[in-house]
């Protein structure tokens, strides 16, 4: 039986007639292919809908963000991700403070991941190139589907039980986890020592990945297992 996979979604934060929801099409694609029904969640206002929507999913998927505004670090170096998008943070952080409490799976990647964390209480590092002396360039300008850098994964984990691909990732981002979130555990790092996933242990699949494997999978179909899991995990 397909199961059904709700994607959030990026929000444009502009109102009215000017606002747009927008998501890459490799994170349905790789749902699809996963075995999984891709069903896209826009923000929803109303707060008791969200109960009613997760009710009716099989699992969650809560999708990286879009690119910010080249100024957007000017006039605060150290943003949160509350600030880069009030909107799509309030109601991602209510969607999964929600979905935390049922046994839905969970999967977050890059800024997902990181909502995912700060849910459970962890904190991020939020300005990787002022913060971090020496840290490697997690924002790549070759296109998603280049790796760029060396993943290490904790042998034992639930990431390494996937069967993952042993080679590099890709990194788009300007944030990090700093302290994993309470009943979260880090299962990967990057070469410069900065967490690339998190996960729940126990039986129940919860999994944050800071890199993005929807990009991944298309040239390297080993990268589809995240998502594989995801449904999985979604049909028992």
């Known amino acids: 039986m397909h199961r059904l996979i709700g994607i959030t979604v990026h929000c444009d934060p502009h109102e009215g007639e000017n606002g747009t929801y927008r998501l890459a099409a ?3 694609e790789a ?3 996963a075995g ?3 069903v896209l969640l826009p923000v929803l ?7 009613v929507v997760l009710a009716r ?3 969650l998927l809560v999708s990286g963000g879009e690119a910010l505004p080249a100024d957007a670090f000017t006039t605060n170096l150290r943003p949160s991700l509350e600030e880069t998008n009030p909107v799509r943070y ?3 952080r ?3 403070s929600t979905a935390l409490r049922s046994d839905l799976p969970i999967l977050g990647i890059c800024r997902g991941h990181q909502v995912l964390n700060e849910v459970a209480g962890g904190s991020l590092i939020r300005n990787i190139a002022l913060d971090i002396p020496g840290a490697l360039e997690h924002r790549q300008s070759a296109p998603g589907w280049h790796p760029v850098h060396a993943l290490r994964v904790v042998p034992g984990s639930r990431l390494a039980a996937l069967g993952i691909p042993p080679g590099p990732v890709n990194s788009f981002h300007r ?3 700093a302290e994993p979130g309470t009943g979260f555990t880090a299962v990967a790092w990057a070469p410069d020592g900065l967490v690339e996933a998190i996960e729940m242990p126990g039986p129940r699949f919860v999994l944050g990945l800071q890199f993005h494997p929807e990009k991944l999978w298309p040239r390297e179909p080993a990268w589809l297992a995240p998502f594989l899991a995801l449904v999985s995990a979604a049909g028992r």
């Open 31 to 33: 749902v699809e292919a």
């Open 90 to 92: 309030r109601f991602e």
């Open 36 to 38: 999984g029904i891709p």
């Open 57 to 59: 999913l099989d699992g």
């Open 175 to 177: 944030q990090a986890v």
């Open 45 to 51: 206002q109303d707060a008791t809908a969200w109960d």
């Open 94 to 96: 209510t969607l999964l």
């Open 26 to 28: 490799r994170y349905a």
